[in-house]
């Protein structure tokens, strides 16, 4: 069984400025690990995946996340947000042996002018 | 062309009704969920099929009944709506057990009064 904390519920910040938003899990077995985003009334989009190799991985967006196997940690980070990636942002794992994924709680990024 | 598509987009119903929302695939997964999202934003699997075949089956009353009549297709049916069934209820695929993540469908929203 695995499980996702996204540790803020809400990240407000300014345009322009940089945003990381964190999740750790826990989980059994290995597992591969993604970001989706939610902008306002629209299904959740695929931001960017870990499957193995490097644990700094890149996305749409500009969006960056990196894999920390130690501290089970995969924490999302733009250098530079725009007033439109104001949206929601769900981490999620899915067992390596195929299996259901677990998504987070959710994270919601609102960008200010 | 739409990779993941429900209809209908709202629906708005009295309780006691029965309804039926359809989601249909054209990426050739061989995978296909249903969701619900609550008013919290709070994603929760409710069923699981692959190649026809229910293969999870989350703790969801016995008035939803997923169909699925080819991997294409996986169709959601409610009876007897409660208020409680009011919330955004989404559809995805997968190939691969996931690996690559899901496909979203942009959701049905469905209000009961």
């Known amino acids: 069984a695995q499980s996702v904390t996204q540790l803020d519920s809400q990240v407000p910040v300014f345009e322009e400025a940089p945003v990381e938003l964190r999740c750790n899990y826990s989980?059994?077995?290995?597992?591969?690990l993604f970001w989706y985003v939610q902008y306002p009334n629209q299904g959740l989009q695929l931001l960017l995946k870990?499957?193995?190799?490097?644990?700094l991985v890149k996305g749409i967006n500009g969006f960056e996340a990196e894999f920390n196997k130690s501290q089970t940690s995969f924490h999302l980070r733009k250098p530079s947000v725009h007033i439109s990636d104001t949206a929601e942002y769900f981490c999620?794992?899915?067992?390596?042996?195929?299996?259901?994924?677990?998504f987070g709680d959710g994270t919601t990024l609102t960008v200010k002018p | 062309d739409t990779a993941v598509s429900q209809t209908p987009k709202y629906l708005v119903t009295q309780m006691g009704n029965d309804k039926s929302i359809k989601c249909e695939q054209n990426l050739g997964h061989d995978t296909m969920y249903w969701y619900k999202q609550d008013s919290k934003k709070f994603l929760k699997i409710m069923f699981s099929?692959?190649?026809?075949?229910?293969?999870i089956n989350e703790t969801v009353p016995n008035r939803f009944s997923p169909k699925s009549p080819d991997k294409a297709h996986l169709n959601l049916h409610i009876n007897s709506l409660e208020l409680g069934d009011s919330a955004v209820y989404f559809c995805?695929?997968?190939?691969?057990?996931?690996?690559?993540?899901?496909?979203f469908g942009s959701g049905t929203r469905l209000t009961v009064v």
């Open positions: 995805a695929s997968s190939q691969a057990g996931g690996l690559y993540g899901y496909t």
């Open positions: 999620a794992v899915s067992p390596t042996n195929a299996g259901k994924s677990t």
């Open positions: 099929y692959n190649n026809k075949e229910l293969i």
């Open positions: 989980s059994s077995v290995s597992v591969y």
């Open positions: 870990y499957l193995s190799g490097s644990t």
